[in-house]
């Protein structure tokens, strides 16, 4: 029993000093930052066509109202299919998360934030490429994060 918790223990420290960002646990219970419909025709539409709500957590917070995120910043940014219908824009299912994890000594290479997508209702991963993809939008953003905090 032992051994099986120190290995567990291992793969987790291993996959944390490679850099993964990790699932987002209990996101929903977050700050609720803002939510936005993107439909088709709009320039990001793929792949983010659909309801998206962005959740920060505490760090990420005082992050938004004050300009300067801190290491263990993390925001997500949950988006949904858009079901349209009857005069109304309600949520499909789950497209999927992107999490944006804030550790300038482990991520270095994006501009010290790690970029991770989970599809759908799972953890599978559908980042890549380490983020560089993700971090090639956001690097023309300040402190690469779109949202900004509103009164």
């Known amino acids: 029993m032992k051994s099986i918790a120190m290995t567990g223990l291992l793969v987790v420290s291993m996959a944390i000093s490679a850099g993964e960002v990790s699932y987002p646990e ?3 219970h ?3 930052v803002k939510s ?3 439909l ?3 320039p990001l539409a793929d792949p983010f066509q659909g309801i998206h709500h962005v959740y920060a957590n505490g760090k990420a917070l005082e992050g938004l109202k ?3 995120f801190p290491k263990g910043s993390v925001l997500v940014f949950d988006l949904l299919k858009e079901v349209q219908g009857e ?3 309600t949520e499909g299912e789950r497209k999927f998360i992107g999490v944006m994890q804030r550790d300038p000594e482990r991520f270095r290479e994006t501009g010290g934030w790690g970029f991770e997508a989970f599809a759908g209702n799972t953890r599978e991963r559908m980042v890549k490429d ?3 993809s993700c971090y090639g939008c956001h690097v023309q953003e300040k402190d690469r994060v779109f949202s900004q905090w509103r009164d």
Do not use: L, Q, T
């Open 66 to 68: 004050n300009g300067a």
């Open 40 to 42: 088709e025709g709009h």
């Open 26 to 28: 209990g996101y929903r």
């Open 30 to 32: 977050w700050n609720h």
């Open 130 to 132: 380490g983020g560089k």
């Open 36 to 38: 936005m419909v993107i």
């Open 87 to 89: 005069h109304a824009i």
